[in-house]
């Protein structure tokens, strides 16, 4: 049985990244919102694959509640873009297409420059500076480090989140913290090698400076970049994967 213990708080420095982009909900989750968060974290991670299913029963078994809470939990997953329902099959986990990838980014993209522009031109930044600055700091330690980038995707999400929750604007909050728990499997792709890692490191740099000086124009160019370069890579990764599945099937 695996263990659903109620939510009741998070850590000043969370390292799960559902967790953080889930930290605007209430201390005490629903148990439909505590399995949610369990298979969320199983499809980001890659446990649960594109196309394959999840069965209600197997999930209800495991965690040794009913189909009810499970069914729900499914519906909350669909909502976020994780899962597809569909009639007679249930749950399948979603495997976007190369052309889906592309209009999330690009809304991603839009909104971000909007937000970065929205603190460039706080008159409250200066508050915020010390933060950012003391995050980038640790996307700088973390990008050379080897293996799959867990520790630059933790930064990089608690960054996005603090400036989200920065610029004050409630609903621009709720529509990039849905649209960043649907891309976080293809952000982890595009940022899966040193050199992209030091990419994006480059451009966190260039935000700093621009809102350090004010420069809303900046802020808002850098950021969309710096998300269009994740959106290349990922696009790169799920055409080379594709490529690979051809191949193997001739």
């Known amino acids: ?20 982009l889930r930290q605007g909900t209430p201390l005490t989750q ?19 694959t594109p196309g394959q299913r999840i069965m209600e029963q197997g999930v209800a078994a ?40 592309n209009e999330i980014f690009d809304i991603r993209a839009m909104l971000n420059g909007l937000r970065d522009r929205l603190i460039a031109e706080s008159p409250q930044r200066g508050q915020l500076l010390p933060v950012i600055e003391r995050e980038i700091a640790r996307l700088a330690q973390a990008a050379d480090l080897a293996g799959t980038g867990d520790d630059y995707i933790d930064t990089v999400t608690r960054l996005n989140r603090l400036l ?33 890692r030091q990419q994006s490191v480059r451009h966190w740099q260039n935000l700093l400076r621009a809102i350090s ?3 809303g124009d900046a802020a ?5 970049q710096r998300v269009l370069d994740s959106r290349d890579a990922a696009v790169e990764h799920l055409r080379a994967q594709a490529s690979a599945a051809t191949q193997s099937a001739a």
């Open 62 to 101: 495991e965690f040794e509640v009913s189909r009810g809470p499970v069914r729900e939990a499914l519906r909350l997953l669909e909502k976020e873009g994780l899962v597809i329902i569909l009639p007679r099959r249930g749950a399948q986990v979603t495997n976007p297409t190369i052309e889906e990838v």
């Open 30 to 48: 629903s148990l439909p919102e505590q399995i949610a968060a369990r298979l969320s974290e199983r499809i980001v991670s890659g446990a649960y």
């Open 220 to 224: 808002e160019r850098i950021a969309r």
């Open 164 to 196: 989200t929750q920065a610029a004050g604007n409630r609903r621009l909050q709720a529509i990039l913290g849905s649209l960043a728990i649907q891309t976080v499997r293809y952000t982890r792709l595009g940022l899966s090698t040193p050199q992209r």
């Open 1 to 20: 049985m695996a263990s659903l213990a109620p939510t009741t708080g998070f850590a000043s420095a969370p390292t799960d990244v559902l967790t953080q």
């Open 213 to 215: 000086d004010g420069d």
